[in-house]
Each structure stands twice: as C-alpha cells, then as structure tokens.
C-alpha cells in the first residue's frame, strides 16, 4: 500500500497543474507551521474514525466547563472549591492572586486553560506524521499562548490597576511603546533598554587590540593583565549567528577577562556580518578563514607552536571539523579545546529541530536566495517563538498593557544584537548537520575527505547546561564520546546562555563527575554538585593545559601583524 501523500505535497501538485512554480505561501510561512496546523484539521475532517475522539474530546470540554462554574460560584460564596484544571508548573502567568480570589478572573483562566487542553486532544487524535505534528503542536501552543487572557488589558488584573492607580497613565504609556514597537520593531514587543549600553564602553569591553583582518574576521589580542602569562595562547571562538561578545559581555562578566586575568595571552575572533556580496561564501569558507586561520595567526604573533581554543555553540561545532581536519593532515597546532553548549552530534537536535527537516530548509533556501543572506530578525524571532511566553508575550504585558520601559539588561543587549547568516553556508550548514548529521556519521568531507572526529587524540573540556533547549546538554554530552582523546564533562546550570556567562557568584553551581560513562544520565546519576561556578572548574584544567608561564609581551600584535585599531574592532559594530 502506497503511503498517503502529505497535505503539503498535494498542495504542490494541484499548484503545478495550475501553472504555478512555488507555493505563495513559503515566503509567509516558511517553516509550514499554519500549513501543519491545516493539515491536522484535514486529517480530523478527513478521518471518519476521527468523529467519536472528537467528540469525545468536546464533551469533556463541557464537564470541565460545567466543573469550573461551579467552582466559580462556591468561590463567589466564600469557598475554596479547586477547579478542574490548573497551570502547568513554571507558568507564572495567572500568579496573580486575583486569579484565585475573583470569581470572575478564576473562571476566565479555568477556560482558557480548559481550551488549551482541548487543543492537545484534538492534535492528538489528529495523529499527524512527527515532523508536521511537531509543527502543528508548535503552531497551536504559539497562537493559543497569544490568546491568553493575560494579554488582553481587560483580561489583565494587574493591569487593570495599573491604570486604575495611575489615572489611565499607564494605558498610554502602553499605547505609545506598542506604537514604537509597531513601527520600528516589526509588531513584535522590545525586549531591553539598550539606551545604556555601548560595545567598547561598558560591553565588549575587555582591553585589547584587532591585529588581523580579513574579508571574514577581525582577530583581537587582549592586553596582558599580569607580569607572566602561560606559554600557549588561547583562542576564543565564537559562534557568527551571534556578535562574538558573549564571551566579553560585560566587566565582571567577561569570561575572556577573567582567562586575561588568570594569565592567558588571549585571541577572540569577531566575524563580520554578512550581506549580499558574500552570498556565495560556503561552511568550508568559515572553515578555513575562520578558526584554522585565526589559529595561524596566533601561531604568527606568539611564536608558540601550539594553541588551546574555546569555543561557543556553532563555533564549537566548527572548530570540531578543524580538530578533525587537523588529524586527517597530521597537524598538531591546537593543544586543547574547551567547548561550550555545542552540538557535534546532532541526533538530539533540541527546540530547533522543528525548524529544520527537509521542506523548512528548502524554503529557507528559496527565501535566502532572493537576498543572499537569512535576515537577522528572523533568526532573532525564530529563537524568541522558542519560548514565547518568556521571549514575547511577557512584554506584551509589560511594555504594552502596563506601559512600562523594557529592563535594561547587558545579556538582553547582546542578544538583540543579532547577525545575518550567508545563503551558502546556511544551507550547507542546515543540511550538513542537522539534516544529515554528517560530521557524527563520519560523512562530512573536506577536500574530499572524509573526517574521522574519533582521531582527534587532543584534550578537551565539554560543558553543557541543563536547561539549555538550543543544545540539550545529553546531546552536548556526546561530544565527549565522539571525539578520541582525554575529557573532562561539566555540567552547569541555567540554560544555553546563561549556564556560559556565569561568574562567580552565591547562586553558581555546577555537576562534576571523573568517570565517563557513555549514557548521559548514568554521567548525571553519578555526578556531584558543587558550589560555585564552572568557571573555577575550568581554571586549573586550562592552567594546564597553558604549560609553562613566560614574560607576558609588552606589546600587542607582532611586525607582520601590527595593531590595527582598539579592540572590539570594526566588525563587532555592523549592524544587520
């Protein structure tokens, strides 16, 4: 029996037939979220095994209905009585204690929460394929969050006394910063205050100077800041889907000062962002005038033989192609390397698997090729949706219905301060990793190689976090299984940006465990918690692995690769 072809493949076909090349709706709908959501509507009208579940489901809408009245009214009367539903955990949007004390207010959260879960029951009876299930799931959760009661002014209690107390103040306030937002930030609510921040001031601030530049990178030195430094150099490398000063984000945040700090000659690249003259540029490029140049360079300036690197998300996944390149040739110029969130195997893809099986790439790819280049806002919007309650509709609340200023917030500064992607290494990227998880498989080819990543024989240092949706860190954990090589695994808290920016503080902690077993949760299962932060952790591993300490060097930069301007550099400071 032949499988039953997809909604969207229908679709396609019936469009050929009329003439027409592309369906209208990929430059709406990339992703096909709206169109899975359709499809699960197909498949429940389509299916007449479907009428009874339906059914079903509505009729325990109703009886739930029915209990929240009744709850409603024993509350009017003085009672305690629980409705049928309550909030999943870790959703503070009905905290308000009006939602517990006012009949009214409680109903209206009861049936909002009695609709949401309907949704779930008819998807589930829907039982769409897992790629556009996901997708459809995803879709519904989005537009039935944006339904909330609490983003509604008259739905919001809080808000209803804000504008009670402030004399309707607050209500213009909120139209003004919605208007803002309207015109100038694509309807989508502003996120931070960044009036107070600026790279090179009170952000990436870190002293140094660019001493290299290419039609990709800036390589910044940073100025030594004690009278020895270990003998081999360490190399940041960042990810280009972000400006690389997550990892100098703020003084007393910096992990690039505190590895300054410590005694490191340290090196940061900063890649350009993209626009359409480097459309053409492909993951290989990144490759080579990326990491494997940045760490000639090093070698260039210092003198030393070797280099440690440190590298963050994408940008670890890139230097594990280098280190796996580097083996295939015999090259043995990177000592160490740390990294930091990253995926090297990406069979556990985490939230944003659901942006990349074959048809979202494709209409990625037909998208990118009309500019050159994926557009920052989507990027920047695509990982908002992740976690729309927290990323957007709490803004909605503060910034339109309350009339508040968004918080001013360095980490929030840095994430709005996003990059373009080129077309080619986007797709190659996409396709390469995610979809074909080549690099894991061995399959992933340069100069028509292909690399082995079980010959990188190097130490390295993996750390993931353990609320991390981009890198879930079981995946992150497998790199220590992919590579050859001694490991050290730690694991942080927080999530995928969060668990990296983490300075000592009394709140810090992390998991650390000597054994290496290969499942991850037998690694969690015998790990221990420690107090304080993984940065500690990580300082005498990469004190080792520096050698010996030298004279540090009094000036930055070397005869062949002057000084060209004061860090952060150029770069950094395009906007996209």
Request: proline share 7%.
């Amino acid at each position: 029996m032949k499988p039953e072809p997809s909604p969207e493949s229908v679709g396609q076909s019936i469009l050929e037939r009329l003439g027409i090349a592309e369906d209208p709706l990929v430059g709406v709908d990339p992703v096909a979220f709206l169109r899975s959501l359709a499809a699960a509507g197909i498949a429940l009208v389509k299916d007449p095994g479907a009428a009874a579940a339906v059914a079903a489901a509505n009729a325990r809408l109703a009886i739930g209905s029915a209990a929240a009245v009744r709850a409603s009214v024993g509350r009017a009367v003085g009672s305690e009585t629980p409705g049928p539903v309550s909030p999943a955990v870790g959703d503070k949007r009905f905290a308000d204690p009006a939602y517990a004390d006012n009949p009214l207010y409680f109903l209206l959260a009861q049936e909002y929460l009695l609709s949401g879960q309907l949704v779930t029951e008819l998807l589930d009876v829907a039982a769409l394929e897992t790629v556009q299930d996901t997708k459809a799931r995803f879709a519904a959760k989005f537009i039935h969050d944006a339904l909330a009661p609490t983003n509604t002014l008259f739905g919001n209690p809080a808000a209803l006394r804000a504008a009670f107390d402030t004399g309707g103040k607050s209500v213009v306030r909120g139209a003004k910063n919605m208007l803002d937002d309207l015109l100038h930030n694509g309807g989508w609510p502003s996120q931070v205050d960044s009036s107070g921040f600026e790279v090179g001031v009170n952000m990436a601030a870190t002293p140094g100077s660019v001493v290299y530049r290419s039609d990709l990178i800036e390589l910044i030195q940073y100025t030594p800041q004690s009278e020895q430094v270990h003998s081999v150099p360490l190399l940041f490398c960042p990810p280009w889907i972000n400006k690389y000063y997550i990892m100098d984000l703020a003084p007393g945040k910096s992990l690039i000062e505190w590895a300054v700090q410590h005694g490191h000659t340290c090196f940061a690249i900063s890649y350009r962002n993209p626009d359409a003259s480097m459309r053409d540029l492909g993951f290989e490029d990144y490759l080579r005038q990326g990491p494997l140049d940045a760490v000639r360079v090093v070698r260039e300036i210092t003198g030393a033989t070797e280099v440690n690197t440190v590298s963050v998300c994408l940008g670890g996944t890139l230097t594990a192609i280098a280190l796996a390149q580097n083996a295939a040739i015999g090259d043995r110029s990177i000592k160490s390397a740390t990294f930091l969130n990253t995926h090297t195997d990406f069979s556990v893809p985490g939230a944003l698997g659901i942006f990349t099986d074959e048809a979202t790439v494709a209409g990625l790819e037909k998208q990118m090729a009309k500019d050159g280049f994926l557009d920052s806002d989507k990027m920047a919007h695509t990982f908002d949706a992740l976690r729309a309650n927290d990323l957007v509709f709490s803004y909605v609340v503060n910034n339109w219905l309350l009339g508040k200023k968004p918080p001013a917030f360095d980490l929030l500064v840095w994430n709005k301060d996003s990059t373009r992607m080129p077309a080619k290494m986007h797709s190659q990227y996409l396709r390469s990793c995610y979809l074909n998880n080549e690099f894991a498989r061995g399959e992933f080819e340069v100069d028509g190689q292909k690399l082995q990543p079980g010959k990188v024989d190097i130490d390295t240092y993996v750390l993931a976090a353990v609320d991390d949706h981009i890198v879930p860190w079981v995946s992150g954990h497998k790199t220590t299984q992919l590579l050859g090589g001694d490991n050290r695994f730690v694991l942080s808290t927080s999530g995928h940006i969060a668990g990296i920016v983490n300075p000592p503080n009394p709140k810090a902690k992390h998991w650390t465990n000597d054994e290496h077993p290969a499942d991850p949760q037998e690694w969690k299962d015998g790990a221990e918690l420690q107090a304080g932060t993984w940065w500690e952790d990580w300082t005498p591993w990469i004190a080792k692995q520096g050698g010996p300490k030298v004279k540090a060097p009094r000036k930055l930069g070397s005869k062949d690769h002057p000084p060209i301007e004061a860090a952060p550099g150029s770069y950094v400071r395009a906007r996209a």
